[in-house]
């Protein structure tokens, strides 16, 4: 069973176009954290997220904790084909300092 | 700051070889971790130190499987009698305690056995 779960598992858009990525938990975490990583190399880190309903903004990307930390969901606006990617969100238990990552979303951008 | 490297890139062996693995952290990063990630998947937690002491395992680590960090510097992870099943990127991150959450990734090593 997997603690946290991703939607959708690949998503493939237009450029210029909007998405939406959830990650879902019925656990609480007291952080999360957003990476995206290419293939055949490491996640790179997007954002950390630590407070209930903080939203955070790197350009295009949108990023928002649930109110009970419970969720997160990264909004693209006008998706590029650099976007295209494993987006990888990953939670942290206040008992422990690991990882425990959601299985990802492979998101296309066509040109 | 040159970030997290491992090495080697790749590595193909043959089942019941050993294999080890080298992860250099970020300079200054006192904790480092290990992570497993097959395809299609997120990555997995396998252990983590902080400086030189191994304080969480998890059980996907069996007895085949052991990581060090003698001096609290680099950390080196081996894999003892190799099995297919062990085929999979195996991922370092680091991170300084007191910035506490964010944790940075190397490039993994991808292992294949054959």
């Known amino acids: 069973t997997q603690l946290l779960e991703q939607s959708p598992q690949f998503l493939s858009i237009q450029e210029g176009e909007n998405l939406t990525v959830y990650c879902n938990s019925s656990?609480?975490?007291?952080?999360l954290q957003w990476y995206r990583q290419e293939p055949g190399e490491g996640p790179v880190l997007l954002v950390t997220?630590?407070?209930?309903?903080e939203v955070k903004k790197l350009k295009r990307l949108t990023f928002q904790f649930g109110d009970a930390r419970k969720d997160s969901s990264l909004h693209i606006t006008a998706a590029q084909t650099g976007d295209t990617g494993l987006y990888l969100c990953?939670?942290?238990?206040?008992?422990?300092?690991?990882?425990?990552f959601g299985s990802g979303t492979r998101l296309l951008v066509r040109p | 700051d040159t970030g997290v490297s491992q090495n080697p890139r790749h590595k193909i062996t043959k089942r019941g070889q050993n294999v080890t693995f080298r992860c250099d952290p970020i300079s200054e990063h006192n904790r480092l971790y290990w992570y497993r990630q097959t395809l299609g998947q997120g990555p997995e937690f396998l252990t983590y130190?902080?400086?030189?002491?191994?304080?969480?395992k998890s059980r996907l680590l069996s007895d085949r499987f052991s990581a060090e960090r003698p001096k609290g510097s680099f950390s080196t992870l081996e894999i003892q009698r190799t099995e297919q099943g062990d085929s999979a990127m195996y991922l370092c991150a680091s991170s300084f305690q007191v910035q506490g959450y964010e944790q940075y990734f190397g490039p993994g090593t991808r292992l294949t056995v054959t």
């Open positions: 997220v630590v407070t209930g309903g």
């Open positions: 990953a939670g942290r238990m206040d008992s422990s300092y690991k990882l425990i």
């Open positions: 656990s609480v975490f007291s952080s």
């Open positions: 130190f902080q400086n030189e002491a191994q304080l969480e």
